[in-house]
């Protein structure tokens, strides 16, 4: 019987490991909502990524002076604006519940503004760069 019950708990546990797609669709417990949050940064910081890299591999192969520098420049300043504004913005929950969740949520919605910035900033540059028209 004893195995019986570790079976059930086992099952159980591992059903909620693997749910995380689903539990993401409503998350009902602040924990849920802390979880799919990060897998929300997680994602977008990817995309971010992903476009920051296109856009240096950009200017490393036009073999402007300066340009990638100044690029990279330009996206560790972000990053640490991402972080410090973030931070101070989700003060006003410090030792709450929400604390966590409130600067996660922040990342999020700053990271998706760089994105649709960098898209429309560099545009032209990609363009021009890649095939020589904007």
């Known amino acids: 019987m ?5 079976f059930i ?3 159980f546990y591992s059903q909620s490991l693997f749910a995380g797609g689903e539990r993401c669709l409503e998350p009902t417990s602040q924990r849920e909502m802390n979880y799919c949050a990060e897998i929300e940064l997680e994602s977008i910081l990817k995309k971010f990524e992903l476009q920051s890299q296109k856009i240096s591999s ?3 192969k036009s073999k402007i002076e300066g340009a990638n520098e100044l ?3 330009s996206i560790t300043h972000s990053r640490q604006y991402v972080e410090s504004h973030c931070e101070s913005a989700s003060q006003i929950y ?4 929400l604390h966590h969740y409130a600067g996660i949520q922040c990342k999020v919605n700053l990271y998706r503004k760089l994105i649709t910035i960098n898209n429309g900033d560099y545009k032209d540059t990609l363009n021009i ?3 020589g028209a904007p």
Request: glycine fraction near 10%; hydrophobic fraction near 50%.
């Open 129 to 131: 760069l890649d095939s």
């Open 94 to 97: 410090h030792g709450g519940s």
């Open 71 to 73: 690029f990279e420049k």
């Open 58 to 60: 950009a200017f490393l």
């Open 2 to 6: 004893n195995i019986f019950y570790l």
């Open 9 to 11: 708990i086992v099952f």
